[in-house]
């Protein structure tokens, strides 16, 4: 897909835009970029129209000064889905991207068809999860962006797919070697910072889609389906990681369009 650019809140977002019928906007995960979604678009592309945008500091779009909590995230989202005149749509948001779809949907339900998590979840960091968020901006600063990198694309795929998928892992580096490393150290200050927000998916009257994946050794599935509401849909990808868009696209397809069918 060619990439395209709008202006929105003061900086630029890059984004790829395919297909029609029902809008579906995916929203990627930390260090990563439109391209993780690369072997989920063909799937997806010829029952829905797919958006698929590079977050603030990440892949093609700006790196902006200031702070990048959640609520910022989710108000470029905002923005970005107004000036796309495209009236309400899917949000589906990978890891990072699920925490910035419910401060989305917390903010603006009403650009909202429906949403969901994908290896994600509505719990805050805990003690632990925190000190790795500062331990994580010290070896972007003193190691620099490659070495963090290093370190975490192995961390995001199920063991097994580590040495089954090792042209997946190579590219997902690539990816996160794309981020910018400032954008970076600063989605780690907002992503420590959110808060719990199992209440949005308690309380929404939206459809409300949870993945989650069985070898996912960032986020396991009971985080991700720690909450629900009477219209919450879980799935769970067996001997998926945290990547199930590249390790099991086909079943991660099917949960989308069986989730959107229904809108």
């Given at each position: 897909?060619?990439?395209?650019?709008?202006?929105?809140n003061?900086?630029?977002?890059?984004?790829?835009?395919?297909?029609?019928?029902?809008?579906?906007?995916?929203?990627?995960?930390?260090?990563?970029?439109?391209?993780?979604?690369?072997?989920?678009?063909?799937?997806?592309?010829?029952?829905?129209?797919?958006?698929?945008?590079?977050?603030?500091?990440h892949?093609?779009?700006?790196?902006?000064?200031?702070?990048?909590?959640?609520?910022?995230?989710?108000?470029?989202?905002?923005?970005?889905?107004?000036?796309?005149?495209?009236?309400?749509?899917?949000?589906?948001?990978?890891?990072?991207?699920?925490?910035?779809?419910?401060?989305?949907?917390?903010?603006?339900?009403?650009?909202?068809?429906?949403?969901?998590?994908?290896?994600?979840?509505?719990?805050?960091?805990?003690?632990?999860?925190?000190?790795?968020?500062?331990?994580?901006?010290?070896?972007?600063?003193?190691?620099?962006?490659?070495?963090?990198?290093?370190?975490?694309?192995?961390?995001?795929?199920?063991?097994?797919?580590l040495?089954?998928?090792?042209?997946?892992?190579?590219?997902?580096?690539?990816?996160?070697?794309?981020?910018?490393?400032?954008?970076?150290?600063?989605?780690?200050?907002?992503?420590?910072?959110?808060?719990?927000?199992?209440?949005?998916?308690?309380?929404?009257?939206?459809?409300?889609?949870?993945?989650?994946?069985?070898g996912?050794?960032v986020?396991?599935?009971?985080?991700?389906?720690?909450?629900?509401?009477?219209?919450?849909?879980?799935?769970?990808?067996?001997?998926?990681?945290?990547?199930?868009?590249?390790?099991?696209?086909?079943?991660?397809?099917?949960?989308?369009?069986?989730?959107?069918?229904?809108m």
């Amino acid at each position: 897909m060619e990439k395209l650019v709008k202006e929105v809140n003061g900086i630029r977002l890059s984004y790829r835009d395919a297909g029609e019928g029902t809008p579906v906007v995916l929203l990627h995960g930390f260090c990563g970029s439109s391209a993780y979604w690369d072997e989920l678009v063909p799937l997806l592309e010829g029952r829905c129209r797919l958006i698929v945008p590079d977050l603030r500091g990440h892949g093609d779009s700006s790196a902006p000064e200031g702070p990048y909590a959640m609520e910022t995230f989710a108000e470029d989202i905002a923005g970005f889905l107004k000036s796309l005149d495209i009236g309400r749509a899917v949000v589906l948001g990978h890891s990072l991207g699920g925490y910035i779809t419910l401060a989305l949907a917390e903010r603006h339900p009403d650009l909202l068809l429906g949403f969901g998590l994908i290896h994600s979840t509505p719990l805050p960091d805990d003690d632990k999860g925190k000190e790795g968020r500062l331990k994580a901006m010290d070896t972007i600063r003193e190691q620099g962006l490659p070495a963090f990198i290093e370190g975490l694309v192995p961390k995001l795929f199920a063991p097994a797919h580590l040495e089954t998928m090792p042209q997946a892992v190579a590219k997902a580096k690539e990816i996160g070697l794309g981020t910018s490393p400032e954008g970076a150290v600063r989605t780690l200050e907002g992503m420590r910072a959110r808060p719990d927000r199992r209440n949005v998916i308690e309380e929404t009257k939206l459809p409300v889609l949870l993945v989650a994946g069985t070898g996912d050794g960032v986020i396991a599935p009971e985080k991700t389906f720690a909450a629900e509401g009477e219209r919450t849909t879980k799935r769970q990808i067996d001997g998926a990681g945290h990547m199930s868009l590249v390790e099991a696209p086909g079943e991660l397809a099917q949960a989308i369009l069986d989730f959107t069918s229904v809108m």
